[in-house]
């Protein structure tokens, strides 16, 4: 089945598979099964800083496109990463003023592929590529510099992933 958002985007050609290429809001993707991202976000230390820049870059394009009050813009970023298939986006706790928030990611596909791969728990959080996209969502969203660290991850044993959002957390 296909989420309501992707049956908007596809409506309003604002989402295509054409010719070799995928486009969504006139930006290039390309899809890569997620083990290729995991191994990807394994060897390279820098995956946090590059996801959060780069994330920043899209949604401000993203945000050109879809402009809408602030808690459309919300529920959009949110449509938008389910569409990435990132894994299932709650927000718990928003703090608007002091630029926090707490989020739940349920099925993570990273922390999924590591325990498939290692078949078993992690002793550490395996989704910095996750934070490292929140975090730049988020700063976005709240407009300020904010950074996302993962508190606890389905890969090392709970129910999901938790990230907190704000300016100090790492
Ligand atoms: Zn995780």
């Known amino acids: 089945m296909m ?47 590059l996801s959060k820049q780069m994330t920043i870059e899209s949604v401000k394009e993203f945000g050109k496109k879809i402009g809408s009050s602030e808690e459309g813009m919300i529920k959009n970023m949110k449509e938008i990463y389910e569409t990435f298939g990132l894994g299932p986006l ?22 999924k ?15 910095e590529l996750v934070a490292g996209i929140l975090a730049g969502m988020f700063s976005f969203l709240f407009n300020a510099d904010v950074n996302a660290i993962e508190t606890k991850c389905l890969s090392t044993g709970s129910p999901s992933c938790i990230f907190s959002i704000g300016k100090g957390v790492r």
């Open 3 to 49: 989420s309501a958002f992707l049956k908007k985007l596809l409506f309003v050609r604002q989402f295509s598979i054409e010719d070799g290429k995928i486009e969504m809001l006139g930006k290039r993707e390309i899809m890569l099964p997620s083990n290729i991202l995991f191994w990807m976000q394994a060897q390279n230390k820098q995956t946090y800083e």
């Open 90 to 111: 709650e927000i718990n706790d928003l703090k608007n003023e002091k630029k926090e928030a707490t989020i739940t990611i349920k099925d993570s596909s990273m922390a």
């Open 113 to 127: 592929e590591y325990m498939r791969y290692n078949k078993g728990v992690a002793k550490t959080g395996q989704c």
